[in-house]
């Protein structure tokens, strides 16, 4: 099995599919890209053991078929060092010996044989649900809500993002029990009902590899998972199982004062005061009346504190002290796109609902943060 391809090109599909590779793998053979050629096509493939992502290149100088499995962290990092130029590959297909040549140089190293690589499932057709749709609009819903998800093991239904499928929307949705971000995207229209987690790993993977300008066939297959395929990649991801927090039910819907302040404005106060905030506990004071919001950080251990006032409209009769985790208001007021934030309140206690002035069309993100204790300002 012979093959040429541009070194550029190779590197740009290598380093993608790397991106499934665990750093430490029980079995040896999960270190490895398996190299396949049939029909004048490359397709280089990595697998976790849950997870396993192909990527696919067109070859014109190809002599042969078959297929090895070649150490995934030298070819990456060979590469990458690499200058651009074309690269000839000759497989010996009884001993696996491995020859690397270029103009002025050549490499030789054993592969390992193909059949001991773990293989993409065909989804089984009872069940699947399966829908197209725009790159850009699953990573806008990702790139809203990914930040949000929970890391810790004790509740692994939130340490990953929620796919709400219905036939004339989805609604994405992350939470880690002290925050949630829902975010409904009627520009999708997949035309069939489902559901699924998508975990975290998945979540970064889908993000680095796919482009916005694809079209993305998505197959959920409720026992194996869901497959995300494109002309030039298919990414078959485990998905989490259980049950999702009912997150309808978590988000207040009669918080009565509204508060609204200038986001970058509120998002550079914010970052300035944090840097006087107890790491202990992170807290970020506000105290709101009608014309203005003050915020406010104390570092007890070293008798630091930052203060800074804003200008803001607030609906309340009379003043209010609420307090929250600085880390947590800085993501939360980032990702919105408006030149005011929103919060509406109810009380010190009670979850504080953050929104853009205006949603863009045909969609609509609604975020929540838990306060935290505070007595006084």
């Known amino acids: 099995m012979k ?6 090109l190779l590197h740009g599909l290598t380093s993608s599919v790397s991106k499934v590779i665990n750093a430490k793998n029980a079995l040896t053979i999960l270190n490895y890209f398996l190299f ?6 490359l397709t280089v493939t990595a697998c976790d053991g849950e997870n396993t992502l192909c990527g696919r290149i067109g070859l014109i100088d190809v002599d042969g078929e078959g297929e ?7 070819m990456v990092e060979l590469l990458r060092v ?16 491995v020859e690397l040549r270029h103009p002025d140089g050549s490499y030789r190293f054993m592969g390992l044989p193909g059949r001991e690589y773990p293989r993409l499932e065909k989804p089984s057709s009872e069940n699947t649900v399966s829908f197209t749709a725009k790159g850009s609009t699953l990573l806008r819903g990702l790139d809203y809500t990914a930040f949000a998800t929970g890391t810790e093991i004790v509740h692994p239904q939130m340490m990953g993002v929620y796919l709400d499928i219905k036939p004339e929307s989805i609604t994405f949705v992350a939470t880690d029990s002290r925050r949630l971000v829902k975010f409904e995207d009627k520009g999708i229209a997949p035309g069939v009902t489902g ?52 997150y309808d039910k978590v988000i207040p819907r009669n918080n009565p004062y509204e508060l609204r ?3 970058q404005q509120f998002i550079t106060a914010v970052r300035r ?25 104390v570092d007890n251990q070293y008798s630091t504190s930052g203060e800074e006032t804003l200008g803001a409209e607030y609906t309340g009769d009379s003043e209010m002290v609420i307090g929250f985790s600085s880390t947590y208001l800085i993501e939360l007021a980032s990702v919105l796109w408006t030149e005011d934030i929103l919060f509406r309140l109810a009380d010190r206690s009670r979850p504080a609902v953050i929104l853009p002035v205006e949603n863009k069309p045909d969609t609509d993100l609604t975020m929540i943060l838990m306060p935290m204790n505070v007595i006084d300002f």
């Open 68 to 74: 090895v499995c070649i150490d995934a962290r030298k």
């Open 82 to 97: 690499m200058p651009e130029q074309e690269l000839r590959f000759d497989v010996d297909d009884d001993t696996l010996n």
């Open 36 to 41: 396949e050629i049939k029909d004048n096509t």
């Open 3 to 8: 093959f040429t391809v541009p070194s550029k």
């Open 195 to 246: 559901s699924l987690i998508l975990p975290n790993k998945s979540t970064n993977v889908f993000r680095q590899v796919y482009g916005k300008e694809e079209e993305v066939t998505v197959t959920l297959v409720p026992e194996q998972g869901v497959i995300f395929e494109t002309p030039s990649y298919t990414f078959e991801s485990r998905l989490i199982k259980g049950n999702y927090p009912a």
């Open 273 to 297: 005061v944090s840097l006087f905030v107890d790491e202990g506990h992170g807290l970020i004071k506000f105290r709101v009346t009608p014309d203005r919001l003050e915020v406010k950080a």
């Open 261 to 263: 302040v200038n986001r």
